[in-house]
């Protein structure tokens, strides 16, 4: 085993992605290069390459599993929203500050959370909220997590 390549290789693709002081990143693309290594990429162009691949393939995968967990979150926490504020056991208020602090999301909750935002933004406080404006807001906020 030539552990200067297989140590070279590891400090370009640590310094690349930025993951020189991230113990469990580094251990992982260490871990990726050995096996690499006993699959027989031997060459240390070759193990750069192929290794990058693959890194960049579980950075991508990785990033997509994020992105579902959010999503995750924000349908439970809307649906959570919407059946409190309903229900009264939320004020209008506290809706508004949430749905105008909501993130940005991947389409089509784009489109809905921006939605909800600027409606909220546009409505601004009020004390007494008028029916059509708390049907409104629910309609909204329904929309977001709806299929």
């Known amino acids: 085993m030539n552990v200067a390549a297989i140590n070279s290789v590891l400090k370009i693709l640590c310094r690349e992605n930025g993951i ?4 469990k990143a580094v251990m992982q693309v ?3 290069l050995l096996s690499l290594w006993k699959q ?3 060459d240390q162009s070759e193990l750069e390459r192929v290794a990058r691949e693959k890194w960049l393939e579980a950075m991508s995968i990785e990033s997509t599993r994020l992105v579902m967990n959010s999503i995750a979150d924000l349908l439970a926490s809307a649906r ?10 939320m004020e209008r208020e506290t ?12 389409a ?16 601004s406080k009020e004390e ?4 059509e ?10 929309a977001i997590f709806a299929a």
């Open 80 to 89: 959570t929203v919407h059946d409190r504020y309903r229900t009264g056991r």
């Open 108 to 123: 089509p909750h784009c489109d809905r959370v921006k939605e909800a935002a600027d409606w909220f933004r546009s409505n």
């Open 40 to 42: 027989g990429v031997h």
């Open 95 to 106: 809706v508004r500050e949430w749905a105008m602090r909501l993130g940005s999301y991947p």
């Open 30 to 32: 260490s871990v990726l």
């Open 128 to 131: 007494a909220v008028p029916d």
């Open 20 to 23: 020189e002081r991230d113990r």
């Open 133 to 142: 404006t708390r049907l409104s807001d629910l309609k909204r906020l329904a």
